[in-house]
């Protein structure tokens, strides 16, 4: 992968309103080149616009966005350095495959045949090879991607826009091309910025992901910072599963926070590790994987707390647990893997709980 | 489905009564007698000759294949600006226009005629062509403007940004992306609007200064039986030159949902 420190794109207090609607409220942030971002959130909250803030088919209200270190304001879309895959793919419908690829070269000064085969190496880069014939209209749902991708691709722009591009695929087609994106991604080492609502893509493509809500950027940040380090309750609940247990703070010293959480007891936290404070009712929370069920005869690595299952859910690989910890009313889901040996308990069985005070994040 | 013979005959019934009409003119056109009654008397072509020699009948269709020829022309492109405003951007009074454009659909011909005749006489335009084809413009303008406006609102707009997006002006994106894909539209409307010009009567007879205009000839001819047999021969040609553009714009259609793998969901015509 070529990700460096060069920045690709970046926002300075970007503000977009619609009428009296404040889609973007000031957004900041930047893009490094060639790496593999996402932009996540609920439905309605900006991404889209962002989107096309960049691509340049939306004015902004004030603020600024560099593409390479250029102003964009007054540079029109044919002229920007980025091209787009739409989430409606857009294929002309008029024209043949290859005449779809080759769209974007009708203004390049090469030959015919240059051109021609130009396009047969866009599409053999997304696997369409020998398709450039066959009618737009004709072709399959993940088929029609790969020509909008090879259409957008072969013009070899700085940054590749992709609005939520698999969301009309159906499961196995979309696990499919996200593995292929991240693939051709390294392969071309072009910044692609990938719209998406779904977490769990955006966790699974991405070198880096600002999680979106009501036109703000919550977070930005590595999978893996966001999935275990979230700044927020609401990027917590946003980003998989995440238990909350309400704590009362005993008292605060450096960088240690004593707390007593409802059915785990005493706990001292990292509080260098903890979000900014907020104001909020103070929570801990927990990754369901955090939590462990123990055998009987099997030991706490760190710390273990009673509990009573009272709901399972079944899975196949996974089995999910709902637990009232130490005989409160506080719940907690964790998973459990189906491993041989390990069988699926019943619902009131009682059980010890084994979980890490390292992996709680504490929300105030 | 065996339910309602009954509907089936009432339908048959509705067809013959419709279309039967226009069975009788070519069967009279051939018909050798001057009187349009049963029998017939035998074949003839002679009224299909007499019609060739009628050189008032051949100015007259001339002057209004010019007229409906320029009239839907001119409905169709302004229609395509029209549609195109209405659909892809917001302007102030856009509905008050809209408006405007749609009002000849619901307000009596007479009416449009009598009050075009008023203001041309005033303002001292000389009746001509010209000013029926005004009038055939504006009687025309919500057909064209309803049918290219549904064209153009199928039209998806993320078509256009991947073309701008591709490098192509707005200009070139109209002509490479959004004019082939209504163009099936486009045909409908000129169609359509050719139709009503070329048997429009009122307007042509108001405003026509005393010009030969095919549908007001034939009405006039109708007065004197010795001329029906002939008009009768006129309308068997233009029955048959419909059905021709009818299934020349039907394959037009086909051939456009063929192309872009659209549904056919049968047309407007
Ligand atoms: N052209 C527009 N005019 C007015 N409001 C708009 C326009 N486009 C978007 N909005 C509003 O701006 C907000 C953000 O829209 P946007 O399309 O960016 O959302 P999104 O995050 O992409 O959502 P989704 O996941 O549903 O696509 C929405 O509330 C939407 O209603
Ligand atoms: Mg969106």
Redesign the interface.
């Known amino acids: 992968m070529t990700i460096t420190e060069k920045t690709m794109i970046e926002f300075r207090d970007v503000h977009k309103y619609y009428g009296d609607y404040h889609a973007l409220r000031g957004i900041n942030g930047t893009i490094r080149a060639g790496e593999f971002f996402s932009l996540l959130g609920p439905s309605g909250c900006g991404k889209t616009t962002l989107l096309r803030t960049i691509?340049g088919?939306e004015d902004i209200s004030s603020g600024v966005i560099m593409i390479d270190g250029k102003d964009m304001a007054d540079v029109?879309?044919?002229a920007r350095p980025?091209?787009?895959v739409?989430?409606?793919y857009?294929i002309?419908?008029?024209m043949s495959v290859a005449e779809n690829v080759g769209?974007?070269l009708?203004?390049d000064p090469r030959s015919k045949a240059d051109k021609a085969r130009a396009v047969e190496e866009a599409l053999d880069m997304v696997g369409l090879r020998g398709f450039g014939a066959r009618?737009?209209?004709?072709l399959s749902g993940g088929q029609r991607q790969r020509v909008a991708l090879a259409?957008?691709l072969i013009?070899k722009p700085k940054v590749l826009l992709l609005d939520e591009p698999l969301s009309a695929l159906d499961k196995k087609m979309r696990e499919h091309m996200q593995v292929e994106l991240i693939k051709l991604q390294r392969q071309v080492g072009i910044t692609f910025i990938l719209v998406t609502h779904d977490q769990e893509e955006a966790l699974v493509m991405s070198d880096r992901v600002a999680v979106m809500f009501e036109g703000e950027i919550a977070q930005l940040a590595d999978p893996e910072t966001l999935y275990r380090r979230p700044n927020s309750k609401q990027v917590a609940d946003f980003i998989g599963t995440m238990n909350f247990i309400p704590v009362t703070v005993l008292s605060e010293a450096g960088d240690t926070v004593e707390i007593e959480a409802k059915g785990l007891g005493r706990v001292s936290l990292d509080a260098s590790l903890a979000p900014p404070v907020r104001g909020e009712s103070p929570v801990v929370g927990m990754r369901p994987e955090t939590l462990t069920l123990l055998y009987d005869d099997q030991k706490a690595a760190e710390r273990e707390t009673e509990g009573v299952i009272d709901e399972v859910i079944y899975f196949g690989d996974m089995t999910y647990y709902d637990v009232y910890l130490g005989g409160t009313d506080v719940e907690v889901r964790l998973s459990m893997r189906n491993v041989p040996g390990r069988p699926v308990l019943e619902v009131g069985t009682k059980v010890r709980v084994a979980w890490s005070p390292s992996a709680l994040v504490l929300f105030r | 489905m065996k339910k309602a013979p009954f509907l089936g005959g009432y339908a048959i019934l509705y067809l013959l009564f419709l279309y039967g009409p226009i069975i009788i003119l070519p069967l009279f056109a051939f018909n050798d007698g001057r009187i349009v009654a049963f029998p017939l008397n035998g074949f003839t072509t002679r009224w299909f000759t007499e019609m060739f020699a009628d050189a008032q009948l051949k100015k007259a269709l001339l002057n209004s294949l010019t007229i409906a020829l320029s009239s839907a022309t001119l409905a169709t492109v302004l229609g395509v600006f029209a549609a195109r405003a209405t659909v892809r951007y917001r302007w102030p009074g856009k509905p008050a226009a809209l408006g405007l454009i749609m009002v000849p659909l619901v307000l009596p011909e007479m009416i449009v005629a009598m009050a075009l005749l008023v203001v041309l006489l005033s303002i001292g335009i000389p009746l001509s062509i010209f000013t029926i084809i005004l009038g055939h413009v504006l009687i025309c303008m919500p057909f064209a403007v309803a049918i290219l406006t549904s064209a153009f609102q199928s039209l998806d707009r993320s078509l256009e940004e991947a073309s701008l997006d591709l490098g192509e002006t707005q200009w070139s994106t109209f002509r490479l992306i959004v004019l082939p894909l209504v163009m099936p539209g486009i045909l409908s409307s000129f169609l359509i609007t050719f139709t009503i010009s070329i048997d429009e009567f009122i307007i042509s007879n108001f405003l026509g200064s005393g010009q030969p205009i095919l549908s007001v000839y034939i009405f006039g001819q109708f007065r004197f039986p010795a001329k029906v047999p002939s008009m009768l021969a006129l309308g068997t040609l233009l029955v048959l030159f419909s059905i021709c553009m009818l299934a020349i714009a039907e394959y037009f259609r086909r051939r456009g949902i063929a192309k872009t793998g659209g549904k056919d969901t049968g047309g407007f015509l």
Do not use: D, E
């Open positions: 691509a088919f029109a879309p044919n980025t091209n787009m739409f989430q409606s857009a002309f419908p008029h769209f974007g009708r203004r009618a737009a209209h004709a259409r957008a013009l």
